[in-house]
Every structure is written in C-alpha cells, then in structure tokens.
C-alpha cells in the first residue's frame, strides 16, 4: 500500500499539466502514486500525460474517460487509488516538493483523518497567501475551514465508510463534498506551510460568472438534506444556516452580480434571496451573526433594495472591465 495517491483530472489544460505533473514527480515523498485521469480531452494534454506515463510506469497510474467534469473524474479514479490517504490537485496548479511528505509525516504524528496545509493565490501579477488555524470542533469547521479539496490529505478509510463522493454536474463541488464529511471527522491537522500554487487563470470555470452561478444554492440544499437524511441537523443547524446565509450574500453574491447577461444576473441575485428567506426565515436572528465584523454587519444590512445597488455596480464594473480591456 502506497503511503499517498494523489488524484489529478485533466481535460484540455495542455500549457499548465506538464508543471503540474513534474511537481509530483519531484516529491520529496516517494512513495506515492499519482493518477492521471483524461476526462475527455481534445488537446494535447492526453499527449504529455502519457509521455510521463511511460517514463514512469511504476509512479504514475493513467486512466482514461469520456467527459463528465472535475467531479465525475475524481469520483472514478477513487477506487483506484492504493494509497493510505489520498490527495486531489487541479492540473493546473502545482506544488512545493516537500508537501506530501511533510503532511503525511504530521497525519501519522496526530492519527489525523484529515491534514491541510496553507496556499498561495497565484495571479498573473501578484500572489496572495491563505493561512488557516487549528478548529476547536465540527462547528468550527462548518464555520471556518477552508472546504477545497486540494490542500488536503485525507484518510482514504474515511472515503470508504462514509461513501462521500463529489457531486457530479455541478460548480462548487468541493462545498458540498467537504461539508459532507466534517460530521465523520475525528481529527484534522493543519501544515502551516504554504505548499499549494493555486493559479487563477481568468477563462477558468471558477472565475467565469453565468447563470450557473446560482449552483451553490442546489449545492448548500444538498448538504442540509444529507445532514437531515442522516439525523444530524440538529447538531449543526446553526452553522448551516449562517453558512447559507453567509454564501449567498457573500462570495456567491459578488459572482452574481458579475453575470454579464442583465436578466441572468437579476433572476440569480432574485432568486438567491428569496431561497435564502424560505430556507431560513428568521436567518437573522443567528447567533453568529450577533458577533461583531463587518462581514456580519453587512450581511445584516442587506435587503432588496441594496441588492439591486449591487446588482448596478456589477454592471458598472462590467463595463468598466471591457473598457480596460478594449483599450490595453
């Protein structure tokens, strides 16, 4: 059994996968398997995929598969992974050498289910780093962990037991799969290292806003529904209830009111609203959102005629971006 399988799905990302692919081969951890899985690809990442293949048979894993998104990708190469935790990177982004071996070192060293480790937001002109902290509890970490899939060691016994798979079809994916398994936590450990090169690239499904924005509601209702399904709800109401809240108005609605197409963006921002308040009634009566911060004292301030000022200063910057961009 391999001490670590790391899951890498690609599909048409010809000028980054080669990076991508050598940062795992350089680990300092050598006793991994990496597997490579071509979801579909029309470009030449099919190509350099198999060139690493068959220079290293004994390291690299490649399958093969019609298209069916980040998700339905993860998902199959998942029974094939050996390893005693098993890690998911996106093939456009890549990785200190030192990563998977300092964070295995530290998931034997606390018993840990889950180890993360700090990212660097890679811009074309600046880079940002993300730093996390310790949480004291599962609340805590319905409240505050950082839910992308990549910055993570997981116990691959902890994928099997509960089953928990990533959503296929939809955006933020890694919400749903990631608040899916924080019940099932006994332990997560944080490497306060900075290992992830986490590369923004602005055609990337992640930073294209459209109607499709609005998945994250679909997303946060199928985690209350699971945690209802399995009788936990009550444990965690709360948390999930500010959560929505928090998504909606927040992250999600930032992207919302970058939807260029004017009636998407108005149905979106509409709708996030009204789904907000029938979910939860009385969202603002949550006991986090009597702590103090501005995020919080925003979110209180929110109503229908502030979000249509927001929805006419993402038009404004809209148009602003073409501009800029007209005349670069």
């Keep these: 059994m391999k001490k670590v399988s790391i899951i890498v799905p690609f599909y048409n990302v010809e000028e ?17 398997e990496i597997i490579l ?33 980040l998700s339905d990708a993860r998902n199959y190469a998942i029974p094939y992974a050996t390893g005693e935790y098993i890690a998911f990177l996106d093939s456009d982004d890549y990785i200190e050498e030192e990563m998977y071996e300092e964070m295995y070192e530290t998931a034997k060293l606390d018993k840990a289910d889950i180890v993360e480790c700090d990212y660097l937001w890679e811009y074309p002109e600046e880079t940002i780093e993300s730093k996390g902290r310790t949480y004291k509890n599962r609340q805590d970490m319905l409240l505050n962990a950082r839910v992308v899939a990549w910055n993570k060691l997981i116990k691959r016994e902890l994928l099997e037991k509960t089953m928990i798979r990533f959503p296929v079809g939809l955006r933020y994916e890694d919400v749903e799969f990631f608040y899916k398994l924080v019940p099932y936590i006994n332990s997560i450990s944080i490497v306060k290292k900075p290992f992830v090169h986490y590369v923004q690239r602005e055609n990337s499904i992640s930073n294209t806003q459209t109607g499709r924005t609005a998945e994250i509601i679909t997303v946060l209702d199928n985690v209350i529904n699971f945690y209802k399904e399995k009788n936990i709800y009550k444990d965690y109401e709360k948390e999930l209830e500010y959560n929505y809240a928090r998504y909606l108005l927040c992250s999600s609605m930032l992207r919302m009111i970058m939807i260029e197409n004017k009636e998407e963006r108005q149905k979106n921002i509409s709708y996030a609203w009204e789904k907000l308040n029938a979910t939860f009634p009385n969202w603002k009566e949550n006991k986090y959102l009597k702590e103090n911060g501005l995020k919080n004292k925003y979110m209180l301030s929110v109503n229908e005629k502030t979000l249509k000022l927001y929805a006419k200063l993402g038009r404004i910057k809209i148009i602003r971006k073409k501009i800029q961009e007209k005349f670069a």
């Design 16 to 32: 980054y996968i080669e990076r991508s692919i050598k940062s795992l081969i350089n680990q300092s951890l050598d006793d991994i």
């Design 37 to 69: 899985v071509n979801d579909g690809s029309k470009d030449g990442s099919e190509e350099i995929a198999k060139e690493y293949k068959n220079k290293y048979p004994d390291k690299i894993i490649y399958l093969e598969k019609e298209n069916g998104g």
